[in-house]
């Protein structure tokens, strides 16, 4: 079966909340006969979009713009792959499945996910991977890949999961974390992983490390383990290797027994 | 039937349903893998008293295993989903988790899952780590070593345990150097053990005893040195018999393993003294499964 193919009719001037996606469709022509809101006015989804294919569980959505807001939330064992730029929420509370964009997001994406895999192969906004907009809860499970940079308010209160964070991250990111395990590659912003309780962060950014205690330069059995097992779901090679990795564990804060490691590129 | 020169007896070999699992083991070298392989399929040899079957199934490249090392997979068979339980924990806890540099990982992928990390997690005191990717959980326990790193759970498949043949020769040392090429010529076989010493059993044995407190004595039918005085089902001129047991994943596995065996040994020059190949069986009626040899060497 041909994935399902959504394209924009003509260009939008409002925005169109696209959680209808999320919906568990017995067959395309479903989708394109669901209602949805847009300016003050109600339409099928066949009105605004031309729909190809017949696989409901991989979608496909060429040419977004950002006023594409909702896009993959609450998903449950779905594929989309977007084109273009996304608005806000993107995989919002996402449960299982793939999401794959290659462009932009704005604010909120990957928020409060619950399971399953993002990839933003572009930039996103502040609250990425943080807590939803309604909400107080992170990243609870789940794995969210982003190439580009990152905004303020990212990944706080993150519980478990996987995140790789391939360019700069914003201010105030990463605080309240519970656990997970965060990779950062590029530079960090101002007020970092406060309050944090466990989890392991690596990152190149010696003020993260100022109030730990240097651990061992003992090998990790762990690090190449997860280095390979990254690599394989990112279909990347990561970089580091035991060498170049400090651990750093033990806070002055007797509550964090979070971990970072150095790492020199 | 004869085979290349070497007689099958008109036989099958009697198998049980079994419950098998994969672990995989790595180390910083293959030396220090090999130490905690031995140690953990050590006194695994026979499900009548130790419990499980256990065996190397093969060695692992450092490009095949999770974390970049070299390792080897250890194939594990149990009558019953709660001795293999037990028998994982007790033995991972006692020979993997002491032994150096090692690691390890589930070798299998399957929805019935036992638990492999889940309760040694708590050697740790209160330090150990979890780390979760994708679907599968992961424990990182600190040791003196540095850290033992092992997955939570591994699955449990259905299997088979008990394949067999059994060698008949004029002499020990035919017979022992036909059950070594055997052994050789399966070595590399995926998805089977032969958890025996070596490969080799020869202390074949049926069920009960005279005796009322055991469950399995010495199989007299076989015993050469008893031809005189029971019922012997050896031939005048065998005086030495040991027996190849296999334990595979599927049917398949083990009777392709039976074949492979049987066809190295018909190629030895050694071959004259080799008398028959037969098979153990129970008359049929207690393992679900039967290895025709005659059928398997078609």
Redesign the interface.
């Known amino acids: 079966m041909n994935p399902v193919i959504l394209k924009l009719k003509k260009k939008i001037k409002y925005r169109i909340d696209m959680s209808f996606l999320s919906n568990a469709y017995k067959d395309a022509s479903k989708l394109s006969s669901q209602i949805i809101s847009y300016g003050n006015k109600q339409f099928k989804v066949k009105e605004l979009f031309s729909i190809k294919g017949s696989d409901i569980k991989n979608i496909i959505i060429k040419s977004s713009v950002d006023l594409m807001d909702n896009i993959g939330k609450g998903l449950n064992n779905i594929n989309i792959t977007v084109h273009g730029n996304v608005g806000y929420s993107f995989g919002e509370q996402m449960l299982s499945g793939k999401l794959i964009l290659y462009g932009n997001a704005l604010d909120y994406a990957a928020s409060g996910i619950k399971g399953g895999s993002i990839f933003i192969y572009g930039n996103s906004g502040d609250y990425t991977g943080g807590k939803t907009n309604h909400g107080n809860i992170g990243i609870v499970d789940g794995f969210l890949y982003v190439k580009g940079n990152i905004g303020n308010n990212s990944i706080e209160r993150m519980r478990r999961g996987n995140v790789i964070i391939e360019g700069n991250i914003g201010d105030y990111a990463c605080n309240d974390m519970l656990s997970g395990t965060i990779i950062i590659k590029g530079k960090i912003g101002k007020i970092f992983a406060e309050g944090m309780k466990r989890g392991t962060i690596f990152t190149k950014d010696k003020k993260v490390v100022k109030e730990y205690a240097r651990s061992n330069d003992a090998e990790y059995n762990f690090t190449k383990f997860y280095f390979k097992e990254i690599s394989n779901v990112i279909s990347k090679k990561i970089f580091l290797e035991n060498k170049n990795l400090i651990r750093y564990y033990g806070n002055t804060n007797s509550s964090n027994l979070s971990e970072v490691f150095l790492f020199k590129l | 039937m004869i085979y290349n020169g070497i007689k099958i007896d008109n036989t099958f070999a009697e198998a049980f349903n079994m419950k098998a699992s994969r672990i995989i083991v790595t180390a910083?070298n293959l030396k220090w893998a090999k130490h905690a392989c031995d140690s953990f399929t050590g006194f695994a040899t026979s499900v009548i008293a130790c419990g499980i079957e256990a065996g190397i199934e093969k060695q692992l490249k450092s490009s095949e295993t999770?974390?970049?090392?070299p390792g080897y997979s250890i194939l594990l068979f149990s009558m019953s989903r709660s001795q293999l339980e037990k028998q994982l924990e007790v033995r991972v806890g006692q020979c993997i988790l002491t032994c150096p540099?090692t690691?390890i990982f589930s070798g299998m992928v399957g929805e019935d899952v036992i638990p492999l990390g889940k309760n040694l997690r708590y050697f740790g005191d209160g330090y150990q780590?979890?780390?979760?990717?994708?679907d599968r959980r992961?424990w990182?326990i600190p040791v003196m070593?540095?850290?033992?790193?092992c997955e939570e759970s591994t699955a449990r498949v259905s299997a088979i345990g008990g394949g067999n043949f059994l060698v008949l020769s004029t002499n020990r040392k035919s017979c022992l150097s036909a059950c070594e090429t055997a052994i050789n010529a399966i070595k590399n076989q995926p998805n089977i053990i032969t958890p025996f010493p070596g490969g080799v059993v020869r202390s074949g044995s049926k069920v009960g005893s005279k005796y009322k407190a055991l469950i399995a004595s010495t199989n007299d039918a076989f015993c050469p040195t008893l031809k005189s005085i029971t019922k012997s089902t050896l031939p005048a001129n065998v005086n030495c018999v040991m027996e190849i047991v296999i334990n595979g994943l599927t049917f398949d596995d083990i009777n392709e393993a039976i074949k492979t065996s049987i066809q190295s040994i018909s190629k030895m020059k050694i071959k004259k003294d080799i008398v028959a190949i037969s098979a153990g069986n129970y008359g049929g009626k207690l393992g679900q499964y039967h290895f025709h040899l005659r059928k398997v060497m078609k």
């Open positions: 910083d999770p974390d970049n090392r540099t690691a780590i979890s780390k979760k990717i994708q992961f990182r070593d540095g850290e033992f790193l």
